[in-house]
């Protein structure tokens, strides 16, 4: 366990306790301090004695993943716990290449074996909110939803409730189609002035589908297995990176928290894995 009281959770969303410092873009919480961790962590150096982010490091381009990890080695105390928890690339690729041979044995997997595959693909490739993965979700079978249950946990369960509400709207804002953006014929002639080529319609949508990759926050950036995972936290300074359980934490009342387990004892979110290590003393 570390020297200092102060426990800070990146990029908490909707899932922190109000003894920790839980910072996110968006604050869902008086609990909650709104902050652009692109701009720093808002904390002195060396008071911390845990960072925490989940489902955080992902969408972090991988050129600025040393300056984020250099951010949590300052705000940590010696003897201080990073941990963090990523999706798990090798149990995704190990889950398709299963439900391939299955199908390939006759099985019907073959909604379960897209639906990986869309686990895999879709978070790095969607041009639009929900991408690929919201239509499957919308229109697959009973089978195939217990089994998205099962990989993502109540995350699934809260995505299945709002989709719910209202499938033909969401769905809408979904499907990609012509650009939404509407121009008057000055705005047109201002736009073939500013920019060399510009072909109207087809550049108005790859604007759309630009900003969205850029700004959306829903965009994977890499995919980590645990080799990739503790070579970026050496690489930042840490030592002792090792993989946990949910859980299971060098921090000795982590699991009190209840930011990876309920306290029935459910996995919240079981697609990911988890690592810690330390700031040397």
């Known amino acids: 366990m570390s020297d200092s009281g102060l426990l800070i959770n990146l990029g908490c969303g909707e899932r922190f306790h109000p003894s920790w410092l839980n910072l996110d873009l968006s604050a869902a919480s008086p609990d909650v301090v709104q902050c652009d961790l692109t701009k720093g962590i808002p904390v002195e150096d060396g008071k911390a004695g845990m960072v925490y982010s989940s489902a955080v490091l992902e969408h972090i381009p991988r050129v600025f993943v040393g300056q984020f990890l250099a951010e949590c080695f300052r705000v940590l105390c010696p003897g201080g716990i990073l941990r963090l928890s990523v999706p798990d690339f090798e149990a995704q690729v190990l ?6 041979q299955r199908q390939r044995c ?7 074996r897209e639906w990986m595959i869309l686990e895999i693909v879709d978070q790095c490739s969607r041009e639009r909110p929900g991408g690929e993965m919201l239509g499957f979700l919308s229109g697959c079978s009973d089978r195939s939803r217990e089994y998205v249950l099962q990989r993502f946990g109540e995350e699934a369960s809260g995505l299945f409730r709002w989709l719910s509400r209202d499938v033909t709207s969401t769905l809408s804002h979904a499907v990609p189609g012509p650009a939404r953006v509407r121009l008057g014929w000055f705005g047109k002639w201002l736009l073939r002035m500013l920019v060399p080529g510009f072909r109207g319609t087809a ?3 790859a604007w759309e589908i630009g900003r969205f990759r850029l700004f959306s926050g829903e965009l994977h950036r890499w995919m980590y297995d645990d080799f990739e995972l503790a070579r970026v936290m050496v690489a930042a300074g840490f030592t002792q990176a090792e993989r946990k359980q949910h859980g299971d934490s060098r921090l000795e009342n982590w699991r009190e928290f209840g930011l990876e387990v309920t306290p029935e004892g459910a996995i919240r979110k079981p697609d990911l894995f988890v690592m810690e290590a330390v700031k040397p003393r």
């Open 95 to 100: 889950q398709y290449l299963s439900l391939l």
């Open 106 to 112: 006759g099985e019907d997997v073959a909604q379960l």
């Open 203 to 205: 550049d108005l949508q």
